[in-house]
């Protein structure tokens, strides 16, 4: 019947995207898509990173010449070397921050293969039509099947929507990696002035934010997997649409908590991180 046919179409476009999103969970920003996204990043943010030496120099004159009295105190050994430290250690910041941010993004992969693993769910468990569901809906009439229909049809066009909302999500994540990766000089400069480094270091923890929206993105997704593990109860002794709304409203309020907390985990991350 096409009423069973257009919840399965809706569930299979569901669990098909989240397969999609648990597959991209493990992959990192340097295989997502064969590299080829990635490898431009790489180019641009070498070519920044001239930009940002250039950015470097001048962070580091203003920042003495507003925490320096006169150009004299200069001449005291350990302001001297202080200054020189900072100078040095910006630098390095800017000429080896792709060596940086790829550590950080390998300790995040490495918390998500571990609550993956710990977990004890190595993949999304797919969700089904119960055969209760399947029986009553074969079992009615023509004209009683007339509502069936519109609850099925906005059924299936809530999950549907839900489902590509939720994997838009993931791959903003992804797309804001690539963003960070690329202009990652130029905040990174601003670690050689004492007034700007603030800059530098919300760029440092941003970066870190993003990286760690994939563990919260997968723990949302071991708890789904757990309730898409035992699904909605359906009670036979009520009205085949009453069953059919039932179920579809239980299923619609599961995947929101998913879609919801994948969403927001972002701001999640941002609170845990204090930014």
């Not at 100078?87 to 790829?102: C, D, I």
């Not at 004890?120 to 797919?126: C, H, L, M, R, Y």
């Not at 309730?227 to 036979?236: E, K, L, N, R």
């Given at each position: 019947?096409?009423?069973?046919d257009?919840?399965e179409?809706?569930?299979?476009?569901?669990?098909?995207?989240?397969?999609?999103?648990?597959g991209l969970l493990?992959?990192?920003p340097?295989?997502?898509?064969?590299?080829?996204v990635?490898?431009?990043?790489?180019n641009?943010?070498?070519?920044?990173?001239a930009?940002g030496?250039a950015?470097?120099?001048?962070?580091?004159?203003?920042?003495?010449?507003?925490n320096m009295g006169?150009?004299?105190?200069?001449?005291?050994?350990?302001?001297?070397?202080k200054v020189?430290?900072r100078?040095?250690?910006?630098?390095?910041?800017?000429?080896?921050?792709?060596?940086?941010?790829?550590a950080?993004?390998s300790?995040?992969q490495?918390?998500?293969?571990?609550?993956?693993?710990?977990s004890?769910?190595?993949?999304?468990?797919?969700t089904?039509?119960p055969t209760e569901?399947?029986?009553?809906?074969?079992?009615?009439?023509?004209?009683e099947?007339?509502?069936?229909?519109?609850?099925?049809?906005?059924?299936?066009?809530?999950i549907?929507?839900l489902?590509?909302?939720?994997?838009?999500?993931?791959?903003?994540?992804f797309?804001?990696?690539?963003?960070?990766?690329?202009i990652?000089?130029?905040?990174?400069s601003?670690?050689?002035?004492?007034?700007?480094?603030?800059?530098?270091k919300?760029?440092?923890?941003?970066?870190c934010?993003?990286?760690?929206?994939?563990a919260?993105?997968?723990l949302a997704?071991?708890i789904?997997?757990v309730?898409?593990?035992?699904?909605?109860?359906?009670?036979?002794s009520v009205a085949p649409?009453?069953?059919?709304?039932?179920?579809?409203?239980?299923?619609?309020?599961?995947?929101?908590?998913l879609?919801?907390?994948?969403k927001m985990?972002?701001r999640?991350?941002r609170e845990?991180?204090g930014?």
């Open positions: 019947m096409w009423i069973i257009n919840l179409h809706a569930l299979r476009v569901w669990n098909e995207r989240l397969a999609e999103l648990w493990m992959q990192s340097e295989t997502f898509r064969g590299g080829a990635w490898n431009v990043m790489v641009i943010h070498g070519a920044v990173r930009i030496l950015l470097l120099v001048l962070f580091f004159v203003v920042g003495v010449m507003k006169s150009f004299a105190e200069l001449k005291r050994p350990e302001v001297a070397l020189f430290i100078f040095a250690l910006a630098r390095a910041a800017v000429t080896y921050g792709l060596e940086l941010m790829l950080l993004m300790i995040a490495g918390l998500i293969s571990t609550i993956m693993s710990s004890g769910v190595g993949t999304a468990s797919p089904v039509l569901i399947i029986n009553a809906i074969e079992d009615i009439g023509f004209f099947s007339i509502p069936l229909w519109a609850v099925t049809l906005l059924g299936g066009l809530f549907t929507v489902s590509f909302i939720m994997i838009l999500s993931v791959y903003g994540r797309f804001k990696i690539y963003l960070y990766t690329a990652a000089p130029v905040p990174l601003a670690f050689a002035g004492e007034p700007s480094q603030n800059v530098g919300s760029f440092i923890k941003s970066y934010a993003v990286c760690l929206e994939g919260i993105i997968v997704c071991v789904f997997s309730f898409a593990s035992t699904p909605p109860v359906v009670d036979t649409i009453t069953q059919v709304w039932s179920y579809v409203g239980e299923l619609i309020f599961n995947m929101l908590i879609v919801g907390t994948v985990a972002d999640v991350v845990l991180m930014l």
